[in-house]
Structure formats: structure tokens, C-alpha cells
């Protein structure tokens, strides 16, 4: 790669999309490359700032999320019940192990070596990548929970999962034997996302309910009192809301805000901290499935893929568009004080 | 304090995070509510009851934000309390709870609660319709059975792959919606058949009340305990729909307590309408069937059998026997039967929801399929597909 990259066109269009819905998508901790799984069987790998497809990796079935390793391996998690570890550079795929149910979502995290995996068959799996493959060398554990697991996120040593029926369990990543903290969530509906805040103080998490929570892991009262709720993601018609699911939150590596992708085709980026809202990008044409800040923050991907939240029916094609970020929609603003009386 | 013009609208709340250093004023208004002994019916009634040097209950210390507001009007701590449970407006903003693992809001005052539940569904309805639902965040879900659309896209292809036609995707999709809604529909007319205030419901109740039937929401004010009657009631309203939905013939009507299995059989659509009234009647997917319908259908007639032994010892059979009777019951409006519902149905409720919350997840994924409310939104119905429920509010 050439270090210098024209500097990319805001909202651009990735060319050679997924065929069908896009599932998930992120960027790598290391370079503008762009791992995107889908509906169609495939997880693509893109340079985003070049606009270049870089690799396609065909599965037994949908691929409902992939992670990366390093640039030149990744793992995807599958409806066809496998987890899979990508070699990019060789192009070719070998299965990690297998849940007894779709896998539903699948992170690595570099502070324990291990790939961390949810399934619909209610537990959590943890494989060690550096075995050889077959389930009985690289399954290092599996964690019951209480539910279908629809959301994974981690930051640092902790893991934070969110299942159906509100469940939100608190890992340890050095003592996976029981959760940290067994929690419902502090939304009324159903969970769509879970995702940790870059600081690690706690996490954020979206249900279809248009609501996002923000969340502590410190249980003490000066930490729990900070926790809230916001509305967003919603229109206002006649006089009531039309509710949105939220899909997708992402992480401003940098600023620490974060954006939230819904439904309703919207962007918003917001200020945890001082609970505003900073900027909301134009109207996508379908809902926003996935969202991915790089590793430098300067570019925001966002995944135009209808969700099937209305069943089947005819709706856009599914689009990836990578924006450049400027620092205006995304920094906070901290508050302005008035002048103290002279 | 400072003296300041207006009141601190976060600390009503019992979520001012700027304690002393608060530019308002901390104060709870309490001129429109009665006194702060008048929320006895409310959250804090517990809390009266032990006055500590806190000046509230266990749950409200975390919720003071360290001890800045310890030194404050103590007494006041109580009516923060109760004040948001009551005030039911804007739950996002509530104070946080205090101990995420735990839940401590028991349905004290199921007035709000309800008044809770309506508006949320009044306002809130989430455009996904199968979803679980709280009315309390932190709680515990009091409506189970989440459906994420994944699982429903990936059943839908899995359908699809094995050769089923768009049509019987689309229907039995359909069914899986209107099931869900009448769930919610229930929920929202008789909220206690299963949550934490649940245990009052084992009694058996006053069948003075059951003359009120035909009227939920009046049903409602009668008492706490009066979950029993209003579950008459929610089926009354689900028989009612039943009618006019699906016209089964004559038989089901016509039926009384004494019970006769073959109305069931003739009406295979009526059992998918209970295993949506009657969560636990779920249970009949897990025992192995494919169809939802014919399993429900097939159970009946032996929990009909049991039912009339008065077997209560087996939930599970309760919850199908419950549900059978249940329709009967509208039917026939026979009085001596409520009765032997409210028992039945308490018990069940209780113990189905913890039973079918395993069992639906399992099985949701692999007996529904897709096209999730496709329907509506078709320009020409060919017969056989027009849907019998009224639409959901999004394609009104």
C-alpha cells in the first residue's frame, strides 16, 4: 500500500457491493481495508479509501458477522452454524469450529488471543485461533446464557453480551467460569446492539424501541447515577412517533462519541458525555444494518441494507458508503459556562 | 442551598447528578398530588413503613448520588420516590435504578404500572412487533418471546431453500405477527397474569366480579387482585375476536365447561389464536410437531380430559386446559366456569412463562418463517390470503 491515498469523496459508494442484505462491517485496526459480511454468502474484503475489492470469501451459508485478525486474517461468524477463520492473502477459508445454531456474532480480542463467538443456541464460545483447526483443539470454553445472544462487544479485558429477552451479561475475560454482572436491560424492548465505550467505563446499547441506553459497569452509586437513556431514531407523524429500530452503534475511536445508524435510513452522531446530539448525516436510502469508524477516525462506513424490519418487500439496493469524517460532526463541544459574575 | 427561581426538574426525578452544587432549587413539588402520605398505594408504601435515618428505603440510597443529598430534606427522599413511579411520562429519563442486577420494582401500585403500559403502547409501539417488552426497565421482560429479524430472514431462506412456497412462508409468518400482537393486546388489557404481583392472583377470586366481564378496562380498577376477573375478560375479548376473525362454525360456540374435544379439531386456526393469548401454550411446539396448529389442536382433547379431574399438579396440561376452557367459556358465558379458568390460568401464567421462554426460542426460529407483515403492503390479495386481523398500526 502506498502511503499516500487521495483523500476520499464524502459518502462515496463502494462498487461491487454484497448481492444481497449486509449483515456487518469493519474496518481494520491497521488500514483502510474494509471486511463486510452479507446475506449473500459472502464477506468481502475492500480497500475503502481506494475503492478496490480486495477479496471474496464464499460460506455455506449467510454470514451474519465477521471480525479481523491482523490484515491478512480474519474469522466470520454464519447462519450455516460455522466459525471460520479468512486467510486473505491465500484466499481461502478453513472452519474455526461450529455452535449448534446460526452464529450470530463474533469478535477477537487481542488482550486474551482468543475469538470470542454468540450463537442462537444460547451460549458463548471462546476458541484459541493458534490451534489447529477442528473444534477439539480450538475450543478453549462455552458459556451458557440465559438466551439467544444477539449482541458481543469487547474492550479491553471485558466482554459484554447482550441476548433476546433483555439479558445483558458483564464478562471477565480471565474468569469467563461466571459473568461479572447479570443485568436486563434498561430498555423496555427488544436489544439490537451492544457496543463498549473506547474508555472502557462501560457501553453503550440500542433496542428496537428508537432508544439508546447508556450504560456503567461500575456498580457504585456515583457511577450508576451518570447512567441514561435517550429517544432517537424516530419521526414524529400525527401526532405520534413511528419507532425505530437502532441497528448499528460505532465508536469515534478518537473523540470517544459515537454514531448511531437506525431504520429510518438516519446517521446521527452524538456526545455521550454531555448528552447531545452533534450532527445527523443525509438520509440514506434503505435502513443503516452496520456502521464502522476506521482506526483514525477520518472515515465512517455505513451499510445501506434494508434489515427486513417490514418482512419482504422491494427496497433499495444494498449499498456501502464510506464518508470522510470531518472533526466538526464528531468532536464534542464541551459546554460553554456563563462568565462568573465579576 | 441557593435560592434560585425554579424547581430542579432532575432531582424530582432523583437523578440531579450536581447535588448542593445544583443551580435549582431541590425541591419536590408536590401541590398537585396529595400529601407525601397520600402515595401510600404507591412504590414507597414499604418504605413509610421503616424510617430510617436515611429517610427512605433501601433502594433509594444509590439513587442520591453519594452523600451530597443525604443532608437534604430527608423526608423528601420518599416522595422522589414514589413521585416517579408515578409519573409515568417519560420513562427514559427516569432515576436509574439502583442496582442493575437486581429488580426491585414489584407492581405496588399497578394503577401506574398499567397507566405505564398504556401509554407506552399508546406512543411507543416499536415498528418490529416481535419483540419481548418490560414495562419496567430493569425488570424482568413481561413479555417473552423475542424474535430478532435475522431469525426471521434466515428462516425465511431456510424455507425458501427447502422448496416452501412464498405463500405458506407468508402465512405462517402472518400467523407468528398476529399472534404476537394479541399477546401484546392481552398484555395490555390484563398486565398481572404473570409479573411479580402475580402471587395475590392464586387466590380465587370474588365471582361477584365476573358480571363485569365484557368490560376489561373497567375490570381493571377493581382491585389488584382483581387480575383474576380481567383474565376473564382478556379472553372474553379474544373469544370476540376469534368470532369475528375466523368464524369457525357453530361448534366452538356452542360449547360449555363440560368440554367437547372435537371443536377443537374443527378449528385449527382458533389454536394458533390461543397460542398467542396464551403464551405458554407455546409449549405445544416444543413437543416435537411440526405444524404449530395441529400440535395445539392434538393436545386438547387429553387436557380436556385432565382438566375435568381437576388435575392441577401438571402446569402443563393447566396451561391447555386453561386455554380450551377459555374459549368455552365466551361461548357459553356460562358464570360457573370463570372459576375454574381464574385458577387454572393463574397458575399456568405463572409457570409457562418461565417454561416457554426456553421453548419458543428454540423453536420460533425453525417454525416461522418470513415476510414479516409483507402482506400488508401488497397491491392485490388473491383469495385465500387476505388477512383476517385488523392491520397493525404501521400500514394503517
Known sequence: MTSVHPPPVPGRELSNPPTDGISNLRFSNHSDNLLVSSWDKTVRL?????????????????????CFHDDSSGFSASVDNKVRRIMFSHGKEEILGRHDAPVRCIEYSYAAGQVITGSWDKTLKCWDPRGASGQERTLVGTYPQPERVYSLSLVGNRLVVATAGRHVNVYDLRNMSQPEQRRESSLKY???????????????????????????????EASQAKKYAFKCHRKSEAGRDIVYPVN?????????????????????????????????????????????????????????????????????????????????????KPKVYPNPPA | MHNKKEACRNFQRGSCQYGERCKFLHVIQQQPKSNAFGFGTQAISHQQQKPNPFGFGVQNNAQSKGANDFGNKQSQFKNTWTRSSASSGAPSLRQPDNQPQATNHRCNDPESCKRIIAEDFEHERPLWKLTCYSHWKNSPCDIVGDVSYEELRAAAYDDAKRGLSLQSIIERERNL??????????????????????????QIPFPGATTTVLSPTTQNTVAPQSNVPPSVSSFSQLGASLNTGFSPGPSVQSNNASGQPTSFSNSAQSSNVFSANNVPSANAFSFGNQQPN???????????????????????????????????????????????????????????????????????????????????????WTPGEIPEEAPPDAYV
Open chain 1, 46 to 66: 475492500y480497500d475503502a479509501s481506494a475503492n478496490v475489492l480486495r477479496g471474496e470469501f464464499m460460506h455455506g451459508g449467510p454470514v451474519l458477522d465477521c
Open chain 1, 190 to 220: 427488544q436489544t439490537r446492539c451492544v457496543r463498549c465505550y473506547p474508555n472502557g467505563t462501560g457501553y453503550a446499547l440500542s433496542s428496537v424501541e428508537g432508544r439508546v441506553a447508556m450504560e456503567f459497569f461500575d456498580l457504585s
Open chain 1, 248 to 332: 448499528a452503534i460505532a465508536f469515534h475511536p478518537v473523540y470517544g462519541t459515537f454514531a448511531t445508524g437506525g431504520c429510518d435510513g438516519f446517521v446521527n452522531v452524538w456526545d455521550g458525555n454531555n448528552k447531545k446530539r452533534l450532527y445527523q448525516y443525509s438520509k440514506y436510502p434503505t435502513s443503516v444494518a452496520a456502521l464502522s469508524f476506521s482506526k483514525d477516525g477520518r472515515l465512517l462506513a455505513v451499510a445501506s441494507s434494508y434489515t427486513f424490519e417490514e418482512g419482504d418487500k422491494a427496497h433499495e439496493p444494498d449499498a456501502i458508503f464510506v464518508r470522510s469524517v470531518n472533526e466538526i460532526e464528531v468532536k464534542p
Open chain 2, 177 to 202: 405477527l398476529n399472534s404476537k400482537l394479541v399477546e401484546f393486546e392481552n398484555f395490555l388489557r390484563n398486565p398481572y397474569r404473570g409479573p411479580a404481583g402475580s402471587a395475590a392472583a392464586q
Open chain 2, 294 to 380: 395441529q400440535s395445539v389442536v392434538a393436545s386438547f382433547p387429553t387436557n380436556m380430559a385432565n382438566f375435568s379431574n381437576s388435575s392441577a399438579t401438571n402446569p402443563a396440561i393447566n396451561q391447555f386446559s386453561a386455554a380450551a376452557i377459555s374459549t368455552q367459556n365466551f361461548s357459553s358465558s356460562s358464570i360457573q366456569s370463570p372459576a375454574f379458568l381464574n385458577v387454572s390460568l393463574s397458575n399456568s401464567e405463572v409457570v409457562g412463562r418461565e417454561a416457554t421462554n426456553v421453548q419458543l426460542g428454540n423453536n420460533l426460529p425453525t417454525t416461522v418463517a418470513s415476510g414479516d407483515s409483507n402482506i400488508w403492503l401488497k397491491e392485490k
